[in-house]
Structures are given as structure tokens and as C-alpha cells.
């Protein structure tokens, strides 16, 4: 795929035509999504003037749309200064990119780059020797620790990034699992997935998902969205799990658990959500229908062997769009659509989720750095309070319109609990 017109290096001013029409779009999109991000608006109203995060260099490794140039231009609110990258080589919005440069951040991302450009991206992004990291997925805190680069702490957005820290032996900095809050997995990866995997399909697509079988492996966070999506377009789902507690919740939930050499051979789309390995492997896109749709969500593009497609001298690889392939089987009257080429299927064809979940996200981004700053956390992995979880759900019930009950004295005595919370350990 080709890079659009122009890169965004090193907080370059925007100069060229294309540059200023795309930081002045990006200006106009992140000023919506910011309405939309109730949250951010809070905690920069409540923490802002103090500047807490006076002298804090924070690097960022996570997916540049408009909802994270709101994080970004909050972070320096703080007092922050600020410099980013994605965490994937499709998922960048150049027009939030560009809108970030122009605003004098130090930008190192577009949509479209190579592997070797991507890993040159998170080098120039930490070459300032940062004090604090915003990661998602991890990338970014492998390069820190290969290259010795010592840091005060790092704050982890995605489950497949919080599984890597957790299975290092040790760490040398404390690193807070944000995406073990439960306003962020119960809330993004589950609603935000629910809405945004469908607007990665549609716009890839134009198969309908009505009365078709849909194969969601895993049924996590992120598949339970994926499934509550496509069943609410009235698809019949099978799910495929390795957790037999997951596994028994779908069947509970109304759905089919088989496995995928089974699923391979009925399913008219697949959505592959494990944050696993070769979960659909060469023999199951050889049993799989003419015509079915192959997408990821997971973090990484591993799920699916795409290699197998692609390095295959028995299948001719058709582009239809950007990233939109048909796979055909040469002499046989065969072809799979693979979206994305395996990555994220929400944020390579589509804008990732809406921005208020992005919102419950950020506030924990946002209360770990602050954390983080202010130090005392040992070094290995973090959970934040239920006090903070609690708080970045309070921001959001409000502009929704919700009321939430008070406890008595009386009936925080019978609980056990105070009135403020937390309401559960
Ligand atoms: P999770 O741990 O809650 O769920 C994953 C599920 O997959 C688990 O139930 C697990 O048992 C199951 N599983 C693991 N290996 C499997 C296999 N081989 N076959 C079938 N099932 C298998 O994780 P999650 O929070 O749902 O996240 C899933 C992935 O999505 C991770 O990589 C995460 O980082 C990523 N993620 C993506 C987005 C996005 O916007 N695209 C958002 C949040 C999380
Ligand atoms: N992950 C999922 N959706 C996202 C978005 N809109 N912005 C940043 N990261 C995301």
C-alpha cells in the first residue's frame, strides 16, 4: 500500500498544501471526538492547573486516531511534552497525525508503512530517552528493554501487551496494566469491538451478515462484542474457544461451540479475537467455502496464516482496494476475501471504536501516568485501584444521564463498604 503523500516526521511543520488540508480535517475531527470524550474533559478540568505532569517526557505506541490525539493534546494539558507513534503499520489516521505535527508534537506515523519503517518509528519516538511509556500491544517496551533504555514506568492498553509483561521473568520499572481496569476491558474491548468490527467489515466488504455463519473464535472481552454484533444482525454464530469456562458462557449465551476444523467448513465469515497464535491455520483455509470472509481483530496479525495465502504458488492473490484481497485458487473454482491482510480489521479499514469508550480508556491512561509520576510503585506489573475504575465510570454516567443511588450510612454499615466506594475489591 502506498503512503499517503506525505510522512510526518519529527514534528516537521505541515507545510506542504496536502499537509495543511490534512492538519486543518484532523483539527475538525479531533475537536469532535473530544466532545465525545466526557472523561478527559473532567480529569484535564480537575488535575490541569496544578500541571502534575510538569517535566514528564512521555513516548506513546498506540494506534493514532483522532481519539488519541485527544489523549495526546490532554497529556500536555497536564504539563506533559509528548511524542508518538502507532502500534500498527495500518491503524493510523494521517489527518490526527497531521493535526498533532501541526500542533508541534513530534509525530512519527502514517497509515501504510512498511515493518522496517514502523520499528524506525518507535526508534525515533524514544530516541529522547522518555520517563514515561504509553504502549499497546508492547512493542515499544521490547525496544526499550533491548536497547537498555531505562525508564520510571509504562503504562500497558491491551491484553496481549499486559500477557507479555506478565510472562517476563522480571521487569526493571513498574508497569501499570490499563487494560485490566474493568471501564477499559469490559467496556473497550468488549462495546467498543461491538461497534467498530462492523464498520471494518462494511466497509471492506459488501457481503450481508443477516442469516449467514458466523465463526467468531474466542470468546473473550473482544469476541463476546463480536458475537453480540454480528447475532444482532441476525448471523448464526459458532464460537470456537480453548477455556472451558468461555466456551460454556457461549453455549449459555445461546451459541455453538465446535472447532474451527469443524467451523472451517461451514462458516461464511470468520473473525478471528484470541490475542493467540495460528488459530486459523493453512488446512482450514483450504476447507473453507468459495466466497468466505476472513477478518481479524486481535492485536497482532498472527491469527490467521496469511503467509499461507499469500507464499502459496496454488493461489493467486487479487487486490480489490486497499487492503481488501481476493485470494483465488488457481483451477478450482475457489476464493477467500482476506481483510486487513490479518491485522485489526477495526482499525486498518475502519477508525477503531467510537470516541466515548475511547473515553474510559484514556482516563486510565491518563490516572496511570499520573500515578506513575508520582512513583512508589515497585517494579513488575500494576493494577490501579478500584477507586480509579469506579471514578472513570462516574464521569461517564453522568453525561449519559444516569442516576446513581447514594448509599445510606446505614446501608453502607450493612454492606461493609463506605459510601464512596470502592463497592467491590
Ligand atoms: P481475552 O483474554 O478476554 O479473550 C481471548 C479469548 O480467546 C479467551 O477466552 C481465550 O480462551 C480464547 N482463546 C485463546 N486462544 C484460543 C484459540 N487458539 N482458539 C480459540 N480461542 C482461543 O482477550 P480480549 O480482551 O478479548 O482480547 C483479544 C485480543 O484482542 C487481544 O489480542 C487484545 O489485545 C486485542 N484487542 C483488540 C482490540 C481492537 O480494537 N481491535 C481491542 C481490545 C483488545
Ligand atoms: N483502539 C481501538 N479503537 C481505537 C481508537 N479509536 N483509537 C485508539 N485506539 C483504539
Not at 52 to 74: D, F, N, Q
Not at 328 to 357: I, M, Q, T, Y
Request: contains cysteine.
Amino acid at each position: 500500500m502506498v503512503a499517503v503523500g506525505y510522512k510526518i516526521r519529527d514534528g516537521l511543520p505541515v507545510d506542504s498544501e496536502r499537509g495543511r488540508e490534512l492538519a486543518e480535517r484532523g483539527r475538525l475531527e479531533t475537536a469532535l471526538a473530544r466532545k465525545e470524550m466526557p472523561g478527559i474533559a473532567e480529569l484535564v478540568a480537575e488535575y490541569g492547573e496544578k500541571k502534575p505532569l510538569l517535566g514528564a517526557r512521555i513516548a506513546g505506541c498506540l494506534h493514532l486516531t483522532v481519539e488519541t490525539a485527544v489523549l495526546v493534546t490532554a497529556l500536555r494539558s497536564l504539563g506533559a511534552s509528548v511524542r508518538w507513534c502507532s502500534c500498527n503499520v495500518f491503524s493510523t489516521e494521517d489527518h490526527a497525525a497531521a493535526y498533532l505535527a501541526s500542533e508541534g508534537f513530534p509525530v512519527f506515523a502514517w497509515k501504510g508503512m512498511s515493518e522496517k519503517e514502523y520499528w524506525e518509528c518507535i526508534a525515533d519516538t524514544v530516541s529522547i530517552s522518555p520517563d514515561l511509556i504509553i504502549d499497546d500491544g508492547g512493542d515499544m517496551t521490547k525496544y526499550v528493554l533491548d536497547q537498555g533504555i531505562a525508564v520510571k514506568g509504562v503504562a500497558e492498553e491491551t491484553t496481549t501487551g499486559v500477557r507479555l509483561l506478565k510472562q517476563r521473568e522480571s521487569l526493571p520499572f513498574p508497569a501499570i496494566a490499563v487494560n485490566d481496569l474493568i471501564t477499559k476491558s469490559q467496556f473497550d474491548n468488549r462495546y467498543g469491538c461491538r461497534e467498530s468490527l462492523l464498520a471494518g467489515l462494511m466497509q471492506g466488504s459488501g457481503m450481508m451478515i443477516g442469516g449467514k455463519v458466523a465463526v467468531v473464535a474466542g470468546y473473550g472481552d473482544v469476541g463476546r462484542g463480536c458475537v453480540e454484533a454480528l447475532s444482532g444482525l441476525g448471523a448464526r454464530v459458532v464460537v470456537t474457544e480453548i477455556d472451558p469456562i468461555a466456551a460454556y458462557r457461549a453455549v449459555m449465551e445461546g451459541f455453538e461451540v465446535m472447532t474451527m476444523d469443524e467451523a472451517a467448513l461451514i462458516g461464511d465469515l470468520f473473525i478471528t479475537a484470541t490475542g493467540c497464535v495460528s488459530v486459523i491455520e493453512g488446512r482450514h483455509l483450504e476447507m473453507m467455502k468459495d466466497g468466505a470472509l476472513l477478518a481479524n481483530i486481535g492485536h497482532f496479525d498472527w491469527e490467521i496464516d496469511v503467509s499461507y495465502l499469500m507464499k502459496n504458488p496454488d493461489i493467486e492473490r487479487v487486490n480489490i482496494k486497499p487492503l481488501v484481497d481476493k485470494f483465488a485458487w488457481r483451477g478450482r473454482d475457489k476464493c477467500l476475501l482476506l481483510l486487513g491482510e490479518g491485522r485489526l480489521v477495526n482499525l486498518s479499514l475502519a477508525s477503531g471504536h467510537p470516541s466515548f469508550v475511547m473515553s474510559n480508556s484514556f482516563c486510565g491512561q491518563i490516572l496511570a501516568m499520573l500515578e506513575l509520576w508520582k512513583g512508589g510503585y515497585s517494579p513488575g506489573v500494576h493494577k490501579l485501584p478500584r477507586l480509579l475504575d469506579e471514578k472513570i465510570a462516574r464521569l461517564h454516567l453522568k453525561p449519559l444521564g444516569a442516576k446513581l443511588t447514594t448509599l445510606t450510612r446505614k446501608q453502607a454499615e450493612y454492606l461493609g463498604v463506605s459510601i464512596e466506594g470502592p463497592f467491590k475489591t
